[in-house]
């Protein structure tokens, strides 16, 4: 295999702002601490780099007593020091991607970014792919990108807007036109922002609050996704015409943004349906305020006068209307007669704050973003009347666009809930009111039997005069609230909810009947406006799917309510608990062999299926790059679309930055048009089936290796609680929502996230990679052929390779010296050294059969560019590594002597807070 090594003329400018930073945290350095904290710090850096450079036992134990003996003020600062030179760094390494994006683009042309919208539409030509198929290629790929409602996001706000700005003054260095005094100036502010930054507190003083979660969220669509998807249509469309002249195009809406911010209350009892109308109206407010702001540009702009362009006869008749029915305030009427269109858009501002204000008169608001939209149409018809196109394209195009994807709600918000909730209160709700006293007690046919029966029946289930109790009555508010927030904020601000542990058909009628309750569900004419979606997470709920989806889909009144909505139905499968439960070779095996399954079952009754996948951010949580996600779907799944979640440390590393959000964005835009394609000329290969036996093999193997460690070796948990920082992770502030489902310390009770996150930081990435050589050893035995044949299933196959190379980044981020400090932390000696020796065995195993699989020398030299930043990091992060452990130690002993120190968990904190920088990884 042909090595790939890093072009260092393209690394230079990182490098070199890499230096810059490095330098003015250094100056920082010394003007808060003096001299010797910086001394300090880069003696320790030094020893580390030393140590990767060449591992000697003796410098291990001079660095660790030099860990061990630093004064407690001074370690304090060392632990900031570092974390936050991994901060300057992400910022150097995000504004090198956008530079590179810049550089391609100066190049007018004579050279393609690859993954770029032009080099597929390009491809497209290349394959004689006619206009009329890439029109219905787009009228068919849709794509959401759903930000989650448990964001593992480390980081302050208050530091990322630091982060942002020190961000736009590197870019701005990067200007050629600059002169010296200018460029001096930015230098200065630069050492300003560094010294915030260091004077800032990292951590927060208490846990979000949903809400916090909610203005953390549409922080995003504030800064950057309001400008940059529409961008992303409108460089589409450039292309479109580019490449194919002989077509009028407007790209249907195909890419959008959704969210379960504030809807979300699958184990986070601070969702209540108050916080979901809340946050309905929080987004709502942030659409009429962008729209506000545009509409008042827009009047800057369009100051043509009828003095010299005649404008048409509906726009001056529009005018009149709005006249009669909308009153303007003095001070915000545009008098210049002879400027109609800024007469118009003052009215149409004062629309904008009547729906803010939900003012009952109909013709004074916009009662539909449909409106809104005629009225930009009547301005862009207008301006095109008097060849004034360039306007009509530079201004009013854009915000058509913009209203089309984000309406007056901003995203679509999913609600999801676990089936238990829905059980509980069906059962209170039948008992109450005679129909059937213990409906839990009921087998899953005689629930089925029972649902089926009162949904055919039109009548109300439930009255005003019955009580139940809290829990349930929140349930009923949740669907109240969705039927309420449909007619208030249109019929798309809520269209999916999501069924956690779905195990059966009845948790889709139970959410069937309760939303029948509220006139979610009728049986004339309009059928389901909110569609239950099963979410299948664990290894035995994705065997079952098929069978579930089957039974479902029989159920003549539940098919009526699919085929009122375009027969379409969404699916949801959970990359988090599949891998928690059965590891990472079989999480992704199973996953997709249920995808298969479940699509071809849904055929037969003439459904599409969207599949929505819950992927995080981390490796162990299903975590790839958006564009390699969307080209990883099985053959034949994207016939309904795909929904894929966006979580934690994601949110800001891709879109805090306009440049990162377009081209993340740009990217995943032309791997959905490109997997388009592929289905519709049925060029998706066909999984072969000897391949499928094979990985089918290895994955059971995988499985049994990471379920004996896992689930049956009795000292797994307390290797996991004493060798991790699991229990110190729920001190540290960063989600509304509890790290276990229940207020339990059973393993199965554990959240994914804090599973993985703790994991990550000690060094392990354990969920990522374990058990991965066993099955790959199971079927190769030392035989050249089988190996050979994993050969050709890594050059040919995108599944495996796919697969294979997630495990390469898993294996590139771990590292076992680190990790073994940590099992250092165990008390019982021999569950440390038997676990550890499991993992260092199958650690090296693994690694062995990956090299010989990809014919490589070194693991990631695939990918020599993330190969390098690792190598880079590795000396930096080692240290607070190395300082994490001694400082757990320290406080969990303080601890079992019923004592504790504010001080040493503020440490420990900001240790995790500096790893999970330095990795850029939470969970």
Request: aromatic share 8%; hydrophobic share 35%; charged share 30%.
């Amino acid at each position: 295999m042909v090595e790939t090594t890093v072009d260092t003329n393209k690394t230079d400018p990182l490098r070199r702002d890499v230096r810059f930073l490095g330098n003015i945290l250094g100056e920082v350095l010394v003007h808060q601490g003096g001299k010797e904290l910086l001394d300090v710090v880069e003696e320790i850096r030094e020893m580390s780099k030393s140590l990767r450079a060449n591992f000697v036992q003796e410098l291990l134990e001079n660095f660790k007593t030099k860990i061990e003996t630093l004064e407690t003020d001074k370690r304090h600062n060392v632990i900031r020091a570092f974390a936050i030179y991994f901060h300057l760094v992400n910022i150097a390494e995000q504004n090198h991607r956008v530079r590179r994006k810049r550089e391609y683009e100066r190049s007018t042309g004579d050279i393609i970014q690859p993954g770029s919208i032009e080099s597929i539409i390009i491809e497209f030509k290349e394959c004689n792919v006619s206009s009329n198929d890439v029109m219905e290629i787009l009228s068919g790929a849709t794509l959401e990108l759903v930000m989650t409602a448990h964001p593992t996001e480390a980081t302050r706000r208050a530091v990322l807007d630091i982060h942002h700005r020190i961000a736009e003054e590197m870019m701005e260095l990067d200007n050629p036109t600059l002169t010296y005094k200018e460029r001096e100036l930015l230098k200065d502010k630069l050492r300003n922002e560094v010294l915030t930054l260091w004077q800032t507190d990292e951590l927060r003083d208490r846990k979000p609050t949903v809400i916090d979660e909610v203005r953390n969220g549409l922080y995003y669509f504030d800064e950057t996704l309001f400008d940059v998807l529409p961008n992303v249509y409108q460089e589409l469309e450039y292309c479109l015409k580019k490449y194919y002249p002989e077509q009028d195009w407007h790209v249907p809406t195909f890419l959008r943004f959704g969210s379960w911010i504030g809807g979300d209350r699958d184990g986070n009892p601070s969702v209540t349906a108050d916080t979901t109308w809340q946050t309905l109206k929080m987004q709502r407010a942030l659409a009429l305020k962008k729209y506000r702001q545009i509409l008042k540009d827009l009047k800057d702009h369009l100051s043509f006068s009828t003095s010299i362009v005649k404008v048409s006869d509906e726009l001056l008749t529009s005018i009149e209307e709005d006249r009669i029915n909308v009153e303007v305030p003095i001070a915000d009427q545009w008098r210049n007669i002879k400027e109609p269109y800024r007469i118009k858009l003052s009215y149409m501002l004062q629309k904008i704050n009547n729906t803010e204000a939900s003012v009952s008169n109909e013709k004074e608001k916009y009662n539909s973003p449909e409106d809104f939209i005629n009225d930009l149409k009547l301005i862009d018809c207008s301006l095109r009347g008097h060849f004034a196109d360039y306007a009509a394209d530079k201004y009013v195009k854009k915000v058509i666009r913009q209203v089309e994807l984000f309406g007056f709600h901003v995203a679509a918000l999913d609600i999801r809930q676990h089936s238990k909730e829905h059980e509980l209160a069906i059962a209170e709700i039948l008992s109450k009111t005679g129909i059937e006293e213990n409906y839990s007690a009921l087998n899953e046919d005689g629930k089925i039997h029972l649902l089926t029966e009162l949904l055919n029946d039109p009548r109300p289930l439930t009255t005003v005069n019955l009580s139940y109790s809290e829990s349930t009555k929140e349930c009923l508010d949740v669907f109240k609230t969705i039927y309420n927030a449909q007619n208030e904020f249109g019929q798309d601000c809520i269209k999916s909810y999501l069924i956690s542990m779905t195990q059966g058909v009845s948790d889709l009628l139970e959410v069937t009947i309760l939303a029948k309750e509220y006139g979610l569900h009728r049986l004339e004419p309009n059928g389901l406006s909110i569609q239950p979606v099963p979410l299948f997470e664990t290894i035995d709920d994705l065997h079952a799917a098929p069978q579930i989806i089957d039974q479902l889909f029989n159920i003549p009144i539940y098919r009526k309510s699919i085929k009122e909505a375009h027969d379409l139905q969404e699916i949801m499968l959970g990359y988090s608990d599949s891998n928690k439960d059965g590891g990472a070779i079989t999480a992704n095996w199973e996953l997709r062999i249920a995808m298969r399954d479940i699509t071809e079952t849904a055929s037969k009754y003439g459904v599409k299926l969207k599949f929505f996948h819950g992927r995080g951010g981390a490796l162990g949580r299903g975590g790839m790059p958006l564009n390699r996600s969307i080209l990883a779907q099985p053959p034949g799944t994207l016939g309904g679309g795909i929904k894929i979640t966006e979580q934690g440390e994601v949110l800001s590393s891709r879109y805090s930055l306009k440049g990162i959000a377009y081209r993340s964005l740009e990217q995943a835009t032309s791997s959905l048009i490109k997997a388009g394609l592929l289905s519709e000329r049925k060029q998706e290969l066909k999984d072969d089936p000897n391949w499928e036996e094979i990985v089918q093999g290895i994955s059971e193997s995988a499985l049994k290796k990471y379920q004996d460690l896992i689930f049956r070796d009795p000292g797994f948990v307390t290797f996991f609680k004493e060798s991790t920082p699991l229990t110190e992770f729920g001190e540290l502030n960063i989600g509304s929502r509890p790290s276990k489902r229940k207020n339990s310390d059973k393993f199965e009770d554990l959240r994914a996230i804090p599973w993985v996150f703790s994991w990550t930081q000690s060094r392990y990435l354990l969920p990522a990679w374990y058990a991965a050589g066993t099955g790959l050893q199971s079927y190769i035995q030392g035989k050249e052929e089988n190996l050979k044949t994993l050969q050709n299933m890594y050059e040919n196959w995108s599944f495996f390779r796919s697969m294979i190379d997630n495990l390469q980044m898993a294996l590139a981020k771990s590292d076992l010296l680190i990790a073994k400090q940590y099992s250092n932390m165990i008390k019982d000696s021999t569950i440390q050294d038997r676990i550890f020796k499991s993992i260092e065995d199958e650690y090296i195993l693994t690694s062995k059969l990956i090299l010989d699989i990809t014919k490589q020398k070194e693991i990631l030299d695939n990918v020599p560019v993330i190969q390098e930043s690792i190598r880079l990091r590795n000396p930096y992060v080692d240290p607070l590594s190395y300082l994490q452990v001694e400082l757990l130690s320290e406080l969990r002993t303080l601890r079992e002597e019923d004592d504790d120190n504010a001080d040493l968990l503020r440490e420990v904190l900001l240790t995790i807070n500096g790893i999970a920088a330095g990795l850029r990884n939470t969970g």
